[in-house]
């Protein structure tokens, strides 16, 4: 039978839970690494809401406006443990009348009109504190989601279904199976530490056009470091990243620190 990426994420985790998982720079330089567990425990919290919380079932849809940071990387493998479809707004308003409707502040408006079911907001704090405004009718994801269990035991979720509408629909087994070509293609192995440099409110189109990335890490253990695309001083982002051990670095359209890059350079793009 085919894997699920839900799967995919609990081989991983169970391979050596305390190994880091992604390593966050903010724009002051600000960081924030999660291990696997701990990353696990924020996707089994997030899961249980979803379910216990918020009635999702399997082949609900949840709309996620969310930048890439590491709670869009919860959201995605949450809704995947469930069943869920998660259905990606890449810079835009939430996909309309979703069961639920996950958006960072600056589209949380834009979800109330959506006709979602459920609204939650999330601050994007890099340590998950609540949100400074919370409007009438959404749920503060930060507050909300620390009431729920730290393990999750996920149904049976059918590999073939619908798991991700990011321009195109991706069942879970195409999820995984892309994930692992793109490992081997770009012969990531758990030794790397991938660096993927973001623009400021990046999409997930950052993760490659069908989120590949995010299953590539799940197949191959490699850490991700999110860093912002340097605007100053390359020389300053390579020598973090030399601190980081970075081994790779990824990019989607060639968007890239100037000068000599140190590490090997894959393309999200392709």
Not at 67 to 79: F, G, I, K, N, R
Not at 188 to 197: E, H, K, Q, S, W
Request: aromatic share 6%; charged share 20%; proline share 10%.
């Amino acid at each position: 039978m085919s894997e699920t990426p839900a799967q995919l994420w609990r081989d991983l985790v169970a391979a050596d839970p305390t190994r880091p998982f992604t390593t966050s720079y903010d724009a002051s330089g600000g960081r924030v690494e999660l291990s696997r567990a701990t990353l696990d425990n924020w996707v089994s919290k997030t899961a249980n809401m979803l379910v216990d919380g918020l009635g999702t079932q399997p082949g609900d849809r949840v709309a996620v406006a969310l930048p890439v940071h590491w709670q869009s990387l919860v959201w995605l493998t949450a809704c995947w443990s469930v069943g869920a479809v998660a259905e990606v707004a890449d810079g835009a308003a939430p996909t309309p009348d979703a069961q639920v409707a996950v958006a960072d502040p600056d589209r949380l408006e834009a979800a109330l009109d959506s006709g979602a079911e459920e609204v939650v907001g999330t601050s994007l704090h890099p340590l998950g504190l609540p949100l400074r405004e919370v409007p009438p009718m959404v749920l503060d994801y930060s507050v909300e989601v620390r009431g729920y269990g730290d393990r999750f035991s996920p149904y049976p979720v059918d590999p073939q279904a619908p798991a991700l509408r990011l321009g195109r629909t991706l069942t879970g087994a195409e999820l995984v199976a892309q994930g692992r070509d793109r490992a081997e293609r770009w012969g990531l192995t758990g030794a790397d530490r991938v660096a993927l440099f973001l623009d400021p409110d990046a999409g997930p189109s950052a993760l490659g056009p069908g989120a590949e990335l995010l299953p590539a890490l799940m197949a191959s253990g490699a850490p991700v470091i999110l860093t912002p695309l340097p605007t100053a001083d390359p020389g300053e982002t390579w020598k973090r990243l030399e601190a980081e051990r970075a081994t790779v670095f990824a990019t989607v359209g060639g968007a890239e620190p100037a000068g000599d890059a140190p590490l090997r350079r894959i393309s999200l793009s392709s």
